[in-house]
Protein backbone atom coordinates (compact mmCIF):
# COMPACT_ATOMS: atom_id res chain seq x y z
CA UNK A 1 0.00 0.00 0.00
CA UNK A 2 1.14 3.69 -0.84
CA UNK A 3 1.45 6.58 1.74
CA UNK A 4 2.75 9.94 1.81
CA UNK A 5 3.75 11.96 5.18
CA UNK A 6 4.53 15.19 5.17
CA UNK A 7 6.24 15.55 8.09
CA UNK A 8 5.68 19.13 8.83
CA UNK A 9 1.90 21.01 8.81
CA UNK A 10 4.03 24.52 8.67
CA UNK A 11 7.03 26.18 8.40
CA UNK A 12 7.93 29.52 8.40
CA UNK A 13 10.99 31.36 6.68
CA UNK A 14 12.06 34.61 6.26
CA UNK A 15 12.31 36.21 3.02
CA UNK A 16 15.53 35.32 0.97
CA UNK A 17 16.16 32.56 3.28
CA UNK A 18 16.40 28.58 2.09
CA UNK A 19 12.92 26.76 1.99
CA UNK A 20 13.18 22.89 3.58
CA UNK A 21 9.10 20.80 2.94
CA UNK A 22 9.96 17.80 3.80
CA UNK A 23 7.99 14.67 2.65
CA UNK A 24 8.23 10.77 3.44
CA UNK A 25 6.43 8.24 1.39
CA UNK A 26 6.22 4.46 0.99
CA UNK A 27 5.35 2.43 -1.97
CA UNK A 28 5.49 -1.17 -2.75
CA UNK A 29 6.12 -0.25 -6.34
CA UNK A 30 7.98 2.19 -8.04
CA UNK A 31 6.27 5.19 -7.20
CA UNK A 32 5.67 8.77 -9.09
CA UNK A 33 6.00 11.66 -6.89
CA UNK A 34 4.70 15.15 -7.24
CA UNK A 35 4.98 18.60 -5.66
CA UNK A 36 1.46 20.56 -6.09
CA UNK A 37 1.46 24.00 -4.78
CA UNK A 38 -1.68 25.69 -3.86
CA UNK A 39 -2.39 29.82 -3.31
CA UNK A 40 -5.48 30.73 -1.18
CA UNK A 41 -8.97 29.65 -2.97
CA UNK A 42 -6.96 28.36 -6.14
CA UNK A 43 -6.50 25.01 -7.78
CA UNK A 44 -3.56 23.36 -7.27
CA UNK A 45 -0.67 23.54 -9.50
CA UNK A 46 2.16 21.09 -10.42
CA UNK A 47 5.68 22.44 -8.99
CA UNK A 48 7.51 19.11 -10.56
CA UNK A 49 7.36 15.37 -10.58
CA UNK A 50 9.30 12.80 -10.36
CA UNK A 51 9.14 9.87 -12.73
CA UNK A 52 12.17 7.11 -11.95
CA UNK A 53 14.56 9.53 -14.18
CA UNK A 54 17.08 11.98 -12.66
CA UNK A 55 16.72 12.09 -8.97
CA UNK A 56 16.84 15.81 -8.88
CA UNK A 57 13.96 17.00 -9.99
CA UNK A 58 14.23 21.14 -11.00
CA UNK A 59 10.50 22.52 -11.22
CA UNK A 60 9.37 25.83 -11.47
CA UNK A 61 9.74 28.73 -9.40
CA UNK A 62 13.31 27.70 -8.71
CA UNK A 63 12.02 24.70 -6.40
CA UNK A 64 13.34 21.86 -6.61
CA UNK A 65 13.41 18.02 -4.93
CA UNK A 66 15.61 15.04 -5.02
CA UNK A 67 14.52 11.16 -4.71
CA UNK A 68 16.15 9.03 -2.16
CA UNK A 69 15.22 5.81 -2.47
CA UNK A 70 17.05 4.98 0.72
CA UNK A 71 15.34 7.04 2.66
CA UNK A 72 12.26 6.92 0.64
CA UNK A 73 12.01 10.55 0.71
CA UNK A 74 11.31 13.55 -2.04
CA UNK A 75 12.02 16.60 0.19
CA UNK A 76 11.51 20.11 -2.01
CA UNK A 77 13.98 22.55 -1.21
CA UNK A 78 14.09 26.28 -2.69
CA UNK A 79 17.60 28.37 -2.16
CA UNK A 80 15.41 31.63 -1.19
CA UNK A 81 12.42 32.59 -0.64
CA UNK A 82 9.84 34.65 -2.01
CA UNK A 83 6.93 36.75 -0.80
CA UNK A 84 5.07 34.97 -3.91
CA UNK A 85 5.91 31.58 -2.54
CA UNK A 86 3.58 31.41 0.79
CA UNK A 87 1.03 29.11 0.03
CA UNK A 88 0.16 25.50 1.08
CA UNK A 89 2.56 22.52 -0.68
CA UNK A 90 1.03 18.95 -1.42
CA UNK A 91 3.50 15.93 -1.66
CA UNK A 92 1.73 13.43 -3.57
CA UNK A 93 2.19 9.85 -4.41
CA UNK A 94 1.12 7.79 -7.17
CA UNK A 95 1.61 3.97 -8.12
CA UNK A 96 0.63 1.27 -10.19
CA UNK A 97 0.92 0.21 -13.92
CA UNK A 98 -2.33 -0.36 -14.62
CA UNK A 99 -5.51 1.84 -14.68
CA UNK A 100 -6.10 1.11 -11.62
CA UNK A 101 -3.67 3.24 -10.69
CA UNK A 102 -4.69 6.17 -8.28
CA UNK A 103 -3.18 9.14 -6.31
CA UNK A 104 -2.17 10.20 -2.74
CA UNK A 105 -1.58 13.33 -1.21
CA UNK A 106 0.00 14.17 1.78
CA UNK A 107 -1.63 16.38 4.12
CA UNK A 108 -0.10 19.37 2.90
CA UNK A 109 2.20 22.15 4.77
CA UNK A 110 1.99 25.25 5.02
CA UNK A 111 4.21 27.88 4.30
CA UNK A 112 5.06 31.57 5.78
CA UNK A 113 7.15 33.95 4.49
CA UNK A 114 8.28 36.87 6.79
CA UNK A 115 9.68 40.18 5.46
CA UNK B 1 -5.19 27.06 -24.07
CA UNK B 2 -7.62 27.00 -21.65
CA UNK B 3 -7.28 24.71 -18.61
CA UNK B 4 -9.71 23.33 -16.11
CA UNK B 5 -13.43 24.47 -15.70
CA UNK B 6 -15.03 23.85 -12.83
CA UNK B 7 -19.07 25.29 -12.44
CA UNK B 8 -20.27 26.82 -10.04
CA UNK B 9 -17.58 27.98 -8.45
CA UNK B 10 -19.94 28.47 -4.94
CA UNK B 11 -22.95 26.53 -4.09
CA UNK B 12 -24.53 26.37 -0.95
CA UNK B 13 -27.63 23.70 -0.27
CA UNK B 14 -29.54 22.04 2.48
CA UNK B 15 -29.13 19.35 4.45
CA UNK B 16 -31.18 16.47 1.68
CA UNK B 17 -30.86 17.90 -1.20
CA UNK B 18 -28.80 17.01 -3.97
CA UNK B 19 -26.11 18.77 -6.02
CA UNK B 20 -24.31 18.17 -9.45
CA UNK B 21 -20.79 19.62 -10.23
CA UNK B 22 -19.20 19.98 -13.48
CA UNK B 23 -15.89 20.02 -14.89
CA UNK B 24 -14.80 20.52 -18.00
CA UNK B 25 -11.46 19.39 -18.64
CA UNK B 26 -8.33 20.53 -20.97
CA UNK B 27 -8.91 20.04 -24.79
CA UNK B 28 -7.80 16.61 -25.63
CA UNK B 29 -7.66 15.20 -21.95
CA UNK B 30 -9.33 11.77 -21.39
CA UNK B 31 -9.04 11.58 -17.70
CA UNK B 32 -10.79 12.98 -15.05
CA UNK B 33 -10.63 12.80 -11.48
CA UNK B 34 -12.51 14.22 -8.35
CA UNK B 35 -11.08 15.24 -5.08
CA UNK B 36 -13.05 16.51 -2.02
CA UNK B 37 -10.43 18.86 0.22
CA UNK B 38 -12.05 19.43 3.49
CA UNK B 39 -9.71 21.60 6.77
CA UNK B 40 -9.98 18.35 8.83
CA UNK B 41 -9.58 15.17 6.02
CA UNK B 42 -7.17 16.87 3.27
CA UNK B 43 -7.38 16.28 -0.01
CA UNK B 44 -9.24 12.55 -0.66
CA UNK B 45 -9.89 10.72 -4.27
CA UNK B 46 -13.06 10.27 -4.64
CA UNK B 47 -12.92 8.94 -8.63
CA UNK B 48 -11.62 8.97 -11.57
CA UNK B 49 -12.58 8.58 -15.15
CA UNK B 50 -11.63 7.95 -18.60
CA UNK B 51 -13.02 7.23 -21.73
CA UNK B 52 -16.72 7.15 -20.01
CA UNK B 53 -15.70 4.82 -17.71
CA UNK B 54 -14.88 4.94 -13.74
CA UNK B 55 -11.20 3.35 -13.32
CA UNK B 56 -10.85 3.76 -9.75
CA UNK B 57 -12.52 5.00 -6.68
CA UNK B 58 -11.78 6.41 -3.41
CA UNK B 59 -13.80 5.28 0.11
CA UNK B 60 -16.55 7.36 -0.13
CA UNK B 61 -20.12 6.48 0.33
CA UNK B 62 -22.50 5.34 -2.66
CA UNK B 63 -24.04 9.19 -1.88
CA UNK B 64 -21.06 10.26 -4.55
CA UNK B 65 -21.01 9.24 -7.67
CA UNK B 66 -19.96 10.53 -10.84
CA UNK B 67 -20.07 10.56 -14.86
CA UNK B 68 -17.89 11.20 -18.01
CA UNK B 69 -19.28 12.19 -21.06
CA UNK B 70 -18.28 11.12 -24.77
CA UNK B 71 -16.53 14.72 -24.79
CA UNK B 72 -14.59 14.35 -21.72
CA UNK B 73 -16.96 16.56 -19.86
CA UNK B 74 -17.48 14.96 -16.06
CA UNK B 75 -19.98 15.56 -13.81
CA UNK B 76 -20.25 14.62 -9.72
CA UNK B 77 -23.74 14.05 -7.34
CA UNK B 78 -23.82 14.10 -4.36
CA UNK B 79 -27.31 13.13 -3.05
CA UNK B 80 -28.75 13.70 0.58
CA UNK B 81 -26.59 15.86 1.25
CA UNK B 82 -24.99 16.30 4.64
CA UNK B 83 -23.26 19.05 6.66
CA UNK B 84 -19.74 17.36 6.84
CA UNK B 85 -20.10 17.33 2.71
CA UNK B 86 -18.78 20.70 2.83
CA UNK B 87 -15.74 21.30 1.42
CA UNK B 88 -13.65 21.80 -1.94
CA UNK B 89 -14.01 20.01 -4.92
CA UNK B 90 -11.48 19.63 -6.92
CA UNK B 91 -11.08 18.17 -10.66
CA UNK B 92 -8.23 17.44 -12.49
CA UNK B 93 -7.69 16.30 -16.34
CA UNK B 94 -4.84 14.59 -17.29
CA UNK B 95 -4.24 13.40 -20.75
CA UNK B 96 -3.99 9.78 -20.09
CA UNK B 97 -4.97 7.94 -16.88
CA UNK B 98 -1.39 6.39 -16.24
CA UNK B 99 0.50 7.00 -13.07
CA UNK B 100 3.30 9.65 -14.32
CA UNK B 101 0.84 11.96 -16.25
CA UNK B 102 0.46 15.30 -15.04
CA UNK B 103 -2.94 16.14 -13.62
CA UNK B 104 -3.94 19.63 -14.22
CA UNK B 105 -6.76 20.99 -11.68
CA UNK B 106 -9.14 23.37 -11.88
CA UNK B 107 -9.80 26.26 -9.45
CA UNK B 108 -12.64 23.74 -7.64
CA UNK B 109 -16.32 24.30 -6.75
CA UNK B 110 -16.98 25.34 -2.97
CA UNK B 111 -20.02 23.39 -1.52
CA UNK B 112 -21.53 25.17 1.71
CA UNK B 113 -24.13 22.67 3.15
CA UNK B 114 -26.61 24.38 6.00
Known amino acids: AQSVTQLDSHVSVSEGTPVLLRCNYSSSYSPSLFWYVQHPNKGLQLLLK??????LVKGINGFEAEFKKSETSFHLTKPSAHMSDAAEYFC?????????????FGSGTRLSIRP | KAGVTQTPRYLIKTRGQQVTLSCSPI?????VSWYQQTPGQGLQFLFE???????NKGNFPGRFSGRQFSNSRSEMNVSTLELGDSALYLC?????????????FGQGTRLTVV
Open chain 1, 92 to 104: VVSEGYSSASKII
Open chain 2, 92 to 104: ASSRTNLPNTEAF
Open chain 1, 50 to 55: YTSAAT
Open chain 2, 49 to 55: YFSETQR
Open chain 2, 27 to 31: SGHRS
